[in-house]
């Protein structure tokens, strides 16, 4: 498909799919940390999400080498999901679904302020600006403001999600903007996962035992991360990475922590108490001021 550059219907219904099942994805992990210790769960995930991308490239004939001049670019997107797989997962075993959406997600905004010097056309304005101050509001606000929310308000749970949608915002970047943008969704990916494995397997290491008392359960949503997270999920997100401007869609990121807000109370009982709500409506209004088309 050729790049577009506006969201079309099609983008816009593939996108607000792709933030629910994100959402959801919040939940699966918070769920499956309690039978596998979550940095060995994001290292099996890798493995067998790479195992699985390479199984269909090999299906549908796809070459699977290094292009030219991507190597270097390569090995730094495989190491940022590395690292935004360890803080995102540290996250839900130290906090709630709802506290780490609404940080995790403010993605757009560290992903704005990264292609406002590294991507042509695409500067920051003084809305975007505002934008901007909002959503790090609302950030200040989920890490100042920790209390009530029956022990699971972690310091350290709050600074692992930035950690990781910090490094969410540099694969995007990388992604955009690197060599990589010339090779196909798949390799992409395949960047990703197999330059991770190793590295989270031995990280995994330093987080203490590998197993949890795991359940049929634990391994289900195991199973769901490898297969519709890592293999479909990702690869569509790249894809269509690859054919709309890349703030577009970030922007749709900001319907996320709402789901996941919502899911976290609807599916774990989490209390939303007043400080998660203000700052979900700061970061919100800040991702929707970010990511306004501009007027003509």
């Known amino acids: ?45 890798s493995m067998g999400g ?9 299906a549908r004939g796809l070459p699977v080498r290094v292009a030219p001049g991507t190597l270097p670019a390569g090995l730094l997107i495989g190491t940022l999901f590395a690292v935004e797989f360890i803080c995102l997962f540290v996250a839900l075993d130290l906090t709630t679904v709802t506290r780490t959406s609404v940080i995790f997600y403010t993605m757009p905004v560290w992903l704005a302020l990264m292609a406002h010097v590294s991507i042509p056309g695409e500067g920051i304005t003084g809305r975007k600006g505002a934008g901007l101050a909002l959503a790090f509001a609302g950030v200040v606000v989920a890490i100042t403001l920790r209390g009530g ?32 943008r010339t090779v196909r969704p798949e390799t992409q990916l395949l960047w990703q996962l197999a330059i991770s494995a190793p590295i989270l397997m031995l990280a995994a290491i330093a987080f203490g035992p590998f197993l949890r008392d795991p359940d049929w359960v634990h391994w289900a949503g195991l199973g769901f991360q490898i297969v519709v997270i890592v293999s479909a999920g990702f690869l569509g997100w790249l894809w269509l990475l690859s054919i709309y401007p890349a703030s577009s869609v970030a922007a749709f990121s900001f319907l996320s922590p709402v789901f996941g807000v919502g899911l976290g109370w609807l599916l774990l009982d989490e209390r939303v108490g007043w400080d998660v709500a203000l700052a979900l409506a700061l970061v919100v209004t800040g991702l929707i001021l970010v990511n306004r088309p501009e007027r003509a």
Do not use: H, Y
């Open 149 to 180: 929310e029956a022990g699971r308000a972690s310091l350290l749970g709050d600074l692992c999600a930035l950690g990781a949608a910090l490094a969410w915002a540099g694969i995007a970047l990388v992604a955009k903007a690197s060599p990589l």
């Open 50 to 58: 790479a195992l699985c991308i390479w199984l269909w490239m090999i």
């Open 1 to 45: 498909m050729a790049q577009k550059d506006r969201i079309d219907a099609f983008g816009a219904t593939a996108l607000t799919g792709f933030a629910a099942l994100l959402a959801f994805n919040q939940v699966v992990i918070a769920v499956v940390n309690d039978g596998l210790q979550p940095v060995f769960f994001a290292a099996l995930r």
